[in-house]
């Protein structure tokens, strides 16, 4: 079982930066997918990027490569993402998510993941 806690969100113009973090609490940590979603109304939920905690290898969203960076502190169970140069289109609820990683398979937006965070919203003016 593993919980958890995102905070970080908030309100910033275009052009800016947010940092979101992830708490994560629970056993065997350091063998999860951690990955980022995020949600804008009317959208589907889609992937932002994600950690696989044991090596650190990052994968992400075309949309957000560049401009978003996903690192981790093991010591902390907390993932962050860190976000630059935001745009508008990046205003969405973001939600921090976790599975267990599956041998073979890489730690990509699929298959589903297990465990998810109450969310926190980003919102970005123009």
């Keep these: 079982q593993v919980q958890l806690v995102e905070s ?3 309100s910033v113009q275009a052009g800016g930066s947010l940092r979101l973090s992830c708490e994560a609490s629970g056993d065997n940590y350091r ?3 951690m990955g980022w979603f995020r949600q ?3 959208k589907e939920r889609e992937g932002v990027a994600t950690i696989y905690t044991r090596e650190g ?3 992400y969203a075309d949309s957000v490569k560049g401009r978003f960076t996903i690192s981790q502190d093991n010591a902390k169970k907390t993932v962050y993402l860190q976000m630059n140069s935001l745009k508008p289109e ?7 998510a976790a599975r267990r990683k599956e041998p073979w398979v890489p730690c990509s937006f699929f ?11 980003v919102t970005v003016s123009s």
Excluded at 90 to 96: F, K, R, S, V
């Design 90 to 96: 990046d205003t969405a609820m973001y939600y921090c």
């Design 31 to 33: 063998v999860y997918c």
């Design 8 to 10: 970080g969100g908030g």
């Design 111 to 121: 298959p589903e993941y297990t465990y998810w965070g109450q969310g926190t919203q």
């Design 40 to 42: 804008a109304p009317g």
């Design 57 to 59: 290898s990052t994968y």
